[in-house]
């Protein structure tokens, strides 16, 4: 679904600047304007996301975590999936300095 979401993204948007093109040697502005539409849009549905219940209660913010994951999930299944994300973080090993260690490198194409 995400690969057709991306094709069906990118003919829409072929097919909009054919019909932009039309108005004149200016129409590039246009695309432009009409390109930044759905990104004014992403940003302000960025507004409405809650923060991730597991970084907060791996962070120690577990009444935070707990509430996100009640707005999300409803009363009675939160405790449960915040006591569950909060043993999936006890149990979490590696860090950030293990992906830029020498071993690491050459699988990230460093060397």
């Known amino acids: 679904m995400n690969q057709l979401a991306i094709v069906v993204g990118i ?5 909009v600047n054919w019909q932009i093109a039309r108005l004149g040697e200016s129409s590039w502005r246009w695309m432009l304007a009409v390109a930044a539409i759905p ?8 507004l409405l996301i809650p923060e991730s219940p597991r970084w907060l209660i791996s962070r120690g913010h577990h009444d935070h975590g707990e509430r996100v994951l009640t707005r999300i999930f409803g009363e009675n299944t939160a405790k449960e999936q915040a006591e569950a994300v909060e043993q999936a973080a006890a149990d979490e090993e590696g860090s950030c300095h293990e992906v830029l260690s020498p071993r690491m490198r050459k699988r990230l194409g460093c060397a």
């Open 11 to 15: 003919l829409s948007a072929y097919l």
């Open 39 to 46: 990104s004014i849009a992403f940003l302000f549905g960025l």
